[in-house]
């Protein structure tokens, strides 16, 4: 018979593309299909158990993506997770919930009106559905502000009741005191700097991990006008052969159990297939750079040398200690320091020293990418950059706090890295891996800041009343790196050592064309006419919270600006 026809298809039922399904199909005479690779993960162990992080790791619901050997970090590839399944990544992540800080959003009103942390805020609480946490919680270190969250959600976010011991967070609360940084009682209202105790993505009644596909999807799914379509990968975008001056999509090719087949939008085709696989479908389909094109004899749709561009992703390391005590439960105890509480009185000559490297920074960025993007535009990216670390003092690192049995274990990472890669196609055959490189540590200053955000866990460690809840510090350890270790040789243990902390963003940003975008304010792909991205590709810069709740609340504002063009709503 002849093909599928739905109104919207949607590529990609992960973290973003549920909430937009969700939303979109709340209109009952408007169709929605969501086409996913993966399969249903709701009664997978490894996806469900709270304390479970990692147990996904390498099974067929992680495309474990490989890098490029890492030129700045001894050419080693680097393993960049990512979730296979109803739910996607959601489904394999850490589940910490922070959302980012207030300017980091407003510094996105560049790419046009509507973007900023004022129109955000409301739509992280309507995705939320907060577990106001039990007294027994609180007196465990639970604590927020109620005006920051959102009731009647879809999304669970809150506490598991398996909370970590009573002792921890106030021993971790002196500690930072005596070196100048306070307790934040609620990271969540857009002002991040401090010690905390985040939520997480968990539904603590059921005590299993709550996702994308738990809070939007599963509940939904006998809406008769909501269809997923799973197991089955999407190729390309399908495309009208009149011509138009902007590309009218009218469908996708797929692969999936009954081979190779065609699919149909009458309206739109939305990609949420995430930062490492839209940017690839874009130039599967046409869109792109024409030099990458051309190579694989792909026809030019719309030349648009952005394509897959500006990749960024953190790097992270870890520092652990035995623990005086046995440790229970979870901990979500984080540090977010600003660089004037990290660096003290050297910050004035770092703030300056970067400032006078940007320059030369866009240049190699630009000669990165053979051309493909301007360093003026990379320049004003990095300026901005630059404007929220030292003059916003936005947090500069991220410190997870992991005292778990006999161990007290940290996790770090910078959090906005100058470094920029990115991700291109090697062959129009879409079954083959694309070209990833975040170009890790491609800037001295990248590893400067990893170094001096582990010395600066090494003084917390050392500093009282912390000092007394741990024994010696097993690794690096004081045989590997002792006191009077070189930055030389710290900064080869974090080569040797760091992993992607699994954020990337920024591969079809969302900006001004002139600027490098690749979609517009409602997130439309430039030079199409009905093809948007939504994921975390659409990020133009990195955040200072983790990816999800942002992704959340980017697909809930960018399904009402959906619901707005069209009169159906
Ligand atoms: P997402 O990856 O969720 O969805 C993309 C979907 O598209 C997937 O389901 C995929 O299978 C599908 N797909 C891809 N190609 C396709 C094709 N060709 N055809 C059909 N389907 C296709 N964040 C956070 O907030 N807190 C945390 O603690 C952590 N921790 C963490 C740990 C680990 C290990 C990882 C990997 C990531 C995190 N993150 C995190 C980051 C966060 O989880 C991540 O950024 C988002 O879930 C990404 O959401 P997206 O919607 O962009 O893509």
Redesign the pocket.
Known sequence: GPPPQYDFLI???????LVVANRLSEKKDVTVAV????DSVLHNVNVTTVLG??LA?GTDI??AYQTEDQTYADGKKQT???????????T???????RAQDVQIDAWELAGKGWNWKNLFPYYKKSEHFQIPTPEQVAAGADYYIAYHGLTGPLKVGWPYEMTNDSVLPVLDETMRQLGVPFNRDANGGEMVGLTSHP??VDREKDIRED?ARAYFWPFESRPNLKIISN????KILWSNDSHSEALAVGVE?TGPNGTETILASKEVIL????L??P??LELSGVGNPDILKKYDIPVKVNNTAVGENLQDQTNNGLHWEGREFFLGEATFSLMPSANQLYGDKVSDIASSINSSLADYAEAVEKFSNGAVQAANVLYMLQIQWDLIFKSQVPFAEIVFLPIARTFGTEYWPLLPFSRGSIHIKSSD?TKTPSINPNYFMFEQDFDSAVAVAQYIRKIFSTRPLSDLVGDETSPGLDLLPENASDTDWKNWVKSTYRS?????GTASMLPREKGGVVNPELKVYGTQNVRV????VFPSQLC???????YAV?ERASDLIKNKYTAY
């Open positions: 590529v990609g039922g992960g973290t973003s593309g086409i996913e690779a993966g992080y990692g790791f992680d495309w960049m997770r990512a979730g296979k399944a109803i739910g996607g990544t959601s394999i992540n850490g589940m910490s919930y922070t997480n993505t994308a089955t990968n999407v190729n797929v949420s297939a995430g930062s696989k839209s690839v479908i879409p902390n699994y954020h990337p963003v939504i994921d975390a590709s919270g983790h990816l999800t709740s942002t992704l697909a």
